[in-house]
């Protein structure tokens, strides 16, 4: 790759990698709104109102740095506005509380208004093995630990706490499957190994209880899982990415496109219903239908039309 420099090791002449990392896009070198720390702003999640509040001011809230790139030059647009986020969904998080908008509404407006609808997951990483990414195991025990999370106090987070679940977070993004790597809780350290056992543990009972009835036992055995991962990582995603990797003497593109075809002859493979197929055909025509509508209707400048947007109140 080149005379890059980083501090990834070297997997073979096309791949960098970190050898116990989980998830890199949820490091330093993906998902971050590193400017946030330079100028003093970040959501809070100590409830929706300051969510809300903290959200709008980073929004409205200008960027030297971006001030130097400019929003209009030379008569195109290098960004919506130079302010430390352009728009609400800039803001990079694990997880954020979502309302649906209506059209030409920000997304806080949505959330002051009608509350939160549901709440987006996004520290969950593609399961390359899976042809959705993810599979019904994974899913059910997100769905008992959010569970778990709703029954369990949540007091204010104070600022040292706010430090630590942010390097906690950076971590276990790069060394989360390091035996070794502890994590700060509290005024104390734990080893993830062990705090993520005692999680897993105490989710037991949601999982009895959502399996009340169902012979299967699905809940139960999504939880058994991830208590495989936390005592050994080389059941991780991650970790059977890298092991396939090297038992194809492969790097990262040619196992990426190597499953990558195989989910497309999954799909290719699948039979869509004649009534669903066209269900999705008349929605299409109907879409472009109205796009068409929307353009011939509208003579309102770009400029006009951000302007207008950005003005909207909270």
């Not at 959501?43 to 903290?54: F, Q, R």
């Amino acid at each position: 790759m080149g005379e890059t420099e980083t501090d990834l090791e070297e997997f073979d002449a096309d791949t960098y990698y970190q050898p116990y990392a989980t998830s890199l896009r949820m490091g330093d070198i993906g998902y971050q709104n590193n400017k946030e720390s330079k100028v003093g702003v970040k959501a809070s999640y100590d409830n929706l109102d300051a969510y809300i509040e903290s959200l709008s001011r980073a929004t409205e809230t200008a960027c030297a740095e971006y001030e130097k790139l400019g929003v209009v030059v030379n008569g195109r647009y290098q960004q919506l506005n130079a302010n430390i986020l352009q728009i609400e969904n800039e803001y990079y998080s694990t997880i954020r509380p979502k309302q649906l908008v209506d059209s030409f509404e920000k997304p806080v407006h949505a959330l002051k208004h009608r509350g939160v609808r549901y709440v987006e997951l996004r520290s969950i990483d593609v399961n390359a093995f899976e042809p959705l990414g993810i599979n019904d195991r994974q899913l059910r025990f997100l769905e008992t630990f959010l569970i778990f999370c709703q029954l369990h106090e949540s007091p204010v987070i104070g600022d040292d706490e706010r430090d630590h679940i942010d390097h906690n977070e950076l971590v276990a993004a790069h060394r989360g499957r390091d035996p070794k790597l502890h994590l700060y809780r509290g005024s104390d350290e734990i080893l993830l190994r062990d705090w993520s056992k005692e999680i897993i543990d105490a989710m037991t009972g949601i999982c009895e209880l959502l399996d009340k009835d169902l012979p299967e036992k699905p809940y139960s055995t999504s939880l058994a899982a991830q208590r495989d991962k936390a005592h050994d990582a080389d059941f991780t995603p991650s970790a059977r990415m890298l092991e396939t990797m090297r038992s194809e003497g492969e790097g990262f593109f040619h196992f990426a496109m190597r499953m990558s075809q195989q989910h497309q002859a999954y799909f290719s493979g699948c039979k869509l219903d004649p009534e669903r197929r066209a269900m999705f055909r008349r929605l299409t025509e109907e879409s472009l239908e109205r796009q068409k509508a929307m353009e011939a209707d509208n003579d309102e400048s770009f400029a006009d039309y951000l302007a207008r947007y950005f003005a909207q109140p909270v």
